[in-house]
């Protein structure tokens, strides 16, 4: 069963940092890209970033530009996400969703929380 | 950036009725990477649909995508109890995702 598990979520105080991860199961890690999307309480989804499987593409929401880093380990079947200078309006649950052929994300992790707040 | 918008924001029909759900881009999108998501309550979003009128595995044969252009459609033939839910578009294009700002499927 193809599976990715978010962990790494948190309270985070602003201008702090948080490094989330997506472990992944039961597809070939290292051929596929990798997203990372978000979603504020009651509000809808924000793709947020994107790395190829090489790891020699990597694309940024202009809103993360500068402050957030994606990485990934093939060899891990792990991909990340470096949040850095973090804002109250990046406060949402942050998904890590599979690419496909033209852009359509699937699977999706379950989702991991994180809350900036003073 | 392309914008996506949806409408209506909320449809509010009753088990057994049809659904149809629009989906605006503010520039053309290739319809290869047109993709529609439905998300419940606490969970995460499902693939629907993929280039547009692509049945993703699994999904039933009531929900069909069409459309082109500028202007795309998701219909649900016949609403059962587990489809009121959220639904998304969503758009690749120009090193950027976007998503629509989603339309609620309530139950009347």
């Known amino acids: 069963e193809v599976q990715l598990v978010e962990s790494g979520g948190g309270l985070v105080q602003p201008g702090g940092s948080l490094r989330l991860s997506c472990a992944a199961s039961?597809?070939?890690?290292?051929?596929?890209?990798m997203n990372w999307v978000r979603q504020a309480p009651g509000k809808g989804l924000e793709w947020v970033s994107y790395?190829?499987?090489?790891?020699?593409?990597?694309y940024y929401a202009d809103s993360v530009k500068g402050r957030f880093t994606i990485s990934r380990d093939n060899a891990k079947n792990s991909l990340y996400l470096q949040m850095n200078s973090l804002r109250d309006e990046d406060t949402a649950v942050y998904y890590c969703?599979?690419?496909?052929?033209?852009?359509?994300?699937?699977?999706w992790g379950q989702g991991t929380l994180v809350t900036v707040s003073s | 950036e392309i914008v996506l918008t949806q409408s209506p924001g909320t449809l509010s029909l009753s088990p057994g009725e049809r659904a149809t759900l629009s989906c605006r881009a503010s520039?053309?999108?290739?319809?290869?990477?047109l993709a529609w998501y439905q998300q419940k309550p606490g969970q995460a979003p499902r693939l629907l649909i993929y280039?547009?009128?692509s049945r993703a595995t699994g999904i039933p044969d009531r929900f069909s995508g069409s459309g082109s252009g500028t202007d795309f459609t998701l219909t649900i033939s016949r609403l059962e109890p587990e489809d009121f839910a959220v639904y998304y578009c969503?758009?690749?294009?120009?090193?950027?995702?976007?998503f629509g700002q989603g339309t609620k499927v309530e139950i009347k």
């Open positions: 969703a599979r690419s496909r052929w033209f852009g359509e994300l699937d699977p």
């Open positions: 039961g597809f070939t890690f290292s051929s596929y890209s």
């Open positions: 790395i190829s499987s090489s790891s020699s593409t990597i």
């Open positions: 520039q053309s999108v290739s319809s290869s990477y």
């Open positions: 280039g547009a009128s």
């Open positions: 969503q758009q690749y294009g120009s090193s950027s995702w976007t």
